[in-house]
């Protein structure tokens, strides 16, 4: 994974006042913590700082005061009805060490025909490599009939990943529409009546 590099100043102003003026300055507020360091907190560009968190499990490489950290996202704090980032928690991260974090599921492939899919768990819990961790997990559904669950023990992990999601975890469930069961209940119905109506037309000519 490439790091993505953002330059970062040390705040020395807190509270909302404070957080409001770094962002009309079109930087976002962040604090950077873990090993066991004091929390630092530190203003990012507001912009490259937006379209990086786009990116999931994103590497960072935090160049403050001509020293260069790295970290992940833990948490990103968003204006609800603006959807603008607020505030950014980042954790420091040391090469070779293992975290736990949350990665999206994609599905891959394509269902048997006249089914569809439902991703019923949209992510999967993951222990990896902090410095490599995964930006998604394919489940592949390819030919899969209508019944078929995919659980998350069943599925391909990236490599050096270690599940935390517990195994039975149903991820992806392939199912037929539910109109085309109606259709086919109807047409199942009326075969029935059909049937029952010949019979009964070949019994009354019977007795005739």
Known sequence: MSEIKLAATTRTEFGKGAARRLRRADQIPAVLYGHGSDPLHVALPGHATMLAVKQANALFAIELDGKTTLAITKDVQRDVVKNTI???DLLIVKKGEKVSVEIPVTV?????????????????ALEAEATHLPQQVEVSIEGAAAGTAITAGEIELPQGSTLITEPETVIVTITVPQASADDVAAE?????????????SAAAAEDA
């Open 86 to 88: 607020e505030h950014v």
């Open 108 to 124: 891959v492939g394509e269902s048997a025909p006249g089914t569809i899919h439902l991703v019923e768990t949209q992510t999967l």
């Open 188 to 200: 199942e119905a009326a075969a029935d009546i059909a049937a029952a109506q010949s019979a009964a």
